[in-house]
């Protein structure tokens, strides 16, 4: 049992360059959630994906997309990635409405745009 | 929109003395979460509180809820290096179809001998 799983671990682009982080989990969880952190800012949400299906912008979406693939992926994509994305990308799980509020938490991307 | 507030932002203290983080959070949530971060690592739940005047412990940490001030707060009592680490406060909103936490900027704590 995994958990939260998150590829790549680290990643350098180059201003304008795409790249998808991926992230997995296998705790049969409906809800998941991307989000950033950056030095003093704590963490803030991207995108959350309540269920299959189901896509919604967070706090701060502008210049990223989700892909909830299946219950177990939950893909962020960068199309043209801008120095401000630089940060740090966990990707968080938990069961579902009606349940705990507690998000499960991968062990996070860390992404340098140069 | 929703706003989390800790102070300190930063804390320095002994081994072996007691302290307080305080978070603040703007609306009526009864559900407030708290969590461990280790230097480059990810996350960690540490207590959920679910209803006003909740009170948890953990070893030498305790957090409680009080709704109707919208203040969590986390006690440190007899502080040792272990609990070195960043200490984040969420608050938990639904939004009819999920629920999110909304994270304060984080307590750095640093514990010296």
């Known amino acids: 049992n995994a958990g939260v799983t998150q590829t790549p671990k680290f990643q350098v682009l180059k201003t304008g360059q795409s790249m998808t982080l991926q992230c997995a989990q296998d705790m049969n969880h409906n809800s998941m959630y991307w989000y950033r952190q950056d030095p003093g800012m704590g963490l803030r949400l991207i995108y959350y994906?309540?269920?299959?299906?189901?896509?919604d912008k967070g706090e701060v979406p502008n210049g990223y997309n989700v892909s909830r693939l299946n219950k177990r992926e939950f893909s962020l994509r960068l199309e043209s990635a801008a120095p401000s994305q630089t940060s740090v990308y966990f990707c968080a799980s938990k069961p579902g409405q009606g349940f705990t509020d507690t998000q499960y938490f991968g062990p996070g991307t860390r992404l340098t745009v140069l | 929109e929703l706003k989390v507030e800790q102070n300190p932002l930063f804390l320095s203290m002994q081994e072996g003395k007691n302290y307080t983080i305080y978070c603040n959070y703007s609306?009526?949530?009864?559900?407030l979460y708290w969590y461990r971060q280790d230097p480059g690592k990810s996350l960690e739940s540490l207590f959920v509180?679910?209803?006003?005047?909740a009170v948890k412990q953990e070893g030498r940490l305790m957090a409680s809820l009080d709704t109707k001030a919208r203040l969590s707060t986390l006690h440190i009592t007899a502080a040792v290096h272990d609990l070195s680490a960043t200490y984040f406060c969420a608050e938990a909103s639904s939004t009819g179809t999920a629920s999110k936490l909304t994270f304060g900027t984080g307590t750095r704590l640093q514990v010296t001998l």
């Open positions: 609306t009526t949530s009864d559900r």
């Open positions: 509180l679910l209803s006003n005047g």
């Open positions: 994906s309540a269920s299959e299906g189901t896509t």
